[in-house]
């Protein structure tokens, strides 16, 4: 009996005309490790309210390894963080995220994701949110997707103002000891069918359902 058959998250796909998002195996859950470890942004600037990039190396890889088993060993329908590894041409090149909280109810979810430093600026990011918006969307229904970046990170604005999300409010944090805006941003279904562009194909999603609280 394989591993699909008591954790059939192992078998989701999504694909894009350049990426494939899946859940990692241990080799590419240890390749995306070690892209952390070599570098996530500019070291200038700190554009997680948690500054898990703020370590050296080592425990930056390692804190990888540990969120990704943490929210596999916490999932529950009620209360999922989804964390796919993200490849092009089979070389993993970040990692793409997508929860929720009592989706069935709600029908809301948020996401985040981050690229190996030597992928920015290739639009992968745009690509790769993509990809689960239409998961959320197309795949479970979903009638908002949430997400947030501080006032200074213009890549991932950049990235929601394609994808066609609004504004939604402020909230105020510290950040390296400093006063930090975040702006909120919210898509509805709606705004997210005006604005969708990019083919996703998502396989395996069937068998999945009563993971994410449905069918």
Known sequence: MSLLTHWPLTGLRLTTPRLELRLPGPEELAALASLAAEGVHDPAVQPFTVA??????E?????VLQYHWRCWGEWQPENWELNLVVLQDGVVVGTQGIGAR???????????????????????????????????????DARHATSGAYADNTASLGVSGKL????????????????????????????????????????????????????
């Not at 909120?184 to 993971?211: A, F, K, M, N, Y």
């Open 102 to 140: 009592d989706f069935a109810v709600r029908r809301e979810v948020h996401t985040g994701s981050w690229l190996g430093r030597t992928h920015h600026g290739r639009g992968l990011g745009t690509e790769m949110r993509a990809a689960v918006l239409d998961l959320a969307f197309a795949g479970l």
């Open 59 to 63: 425990p930056r890889a390692r804190s």
């Open 164 to 215: 066609g999300y609004r504004e939604d409010g402020v909230e105020h944090h510290v950040v390296r000891g400093r006063a930090a805006v975040l702006r909120r941003l919210r898509l509805t279904s709606d705004q997210w069918r005006e604005h969708r562009r990019v083919p996703v194909t998502i396989e395996g999603l069937r068998e999945c359902l009563p993971w994410f609280g449905l069918g």
């Open 52 to 57: 898990w990039t703020d370590v050296a190396p």
